[in-house]
Nanobody, 124 residues
Framework: QVQLVESGGGLVQAGGSLRLSCAAS????????MGWFRQAPGKEREFVAA????????YYAGSVKGRCTISRDNPKNTVYLQMNSLKPEDTAVYYC?????????????????WGQGTQVTVSS
């Protein structure tokens, strides 16, 4: 089992920044990638960004590319999502997830463990 704890969400004005963190514990040695997804009210969960646990491979949704940066700290088993130039449409619950299946890091079906989510609200 892998446990994930997210932090860093909150309320921010449009144009502002937030940094989300996700700390993993437990059986993390099989991690292929970690990712961030988000779900807004009434909408399906969507991919935001992902990073492989080895090598310099990152993946971004088109809606956040250029505004968000995903990074990792392997010794701390922690992944970060730096979000800049936030927009009201970025408002959602953001979920961290661990992929140990290596199917497709941009799809939720590839992920095996999920955090509880952290709320991000961007006011206009």
């Amino acid at each position: 089992q892998v446990q994930l704890v997210e932090s860093g969400g909150g309320l921010v004005q449009a144009g502002g920044s937030l940094r989300l963190s996700c700390a993993a514990s437990g059986r993390t040695w099989s991690t292929y990638a970690m990712g961030w997804f988000r779900q807004a009210p009434g909408k399906e969960r969507e991919f935001v960004a992902a990073i492989r646990w080895s090598g310099d491979y990152t993946y971004y949704a088109g809606s956040v590319k250029g505004r968000c940066t995903i990074s990792r700290d392997n010794p701390k088993n922690t992944v970060y999502l730096q979000m800049n130039s936030l927009k009201p449409e970025d408002t959602a619950v953001y979920y961290c997830a661990v992929d140990q299946s290596s199917v497709d890091v941009t799809t939720s079906h590839s992920y095996d463990y999920w955090g509880q989510g952290t709320q991000v609200t961007v006011s206009s």
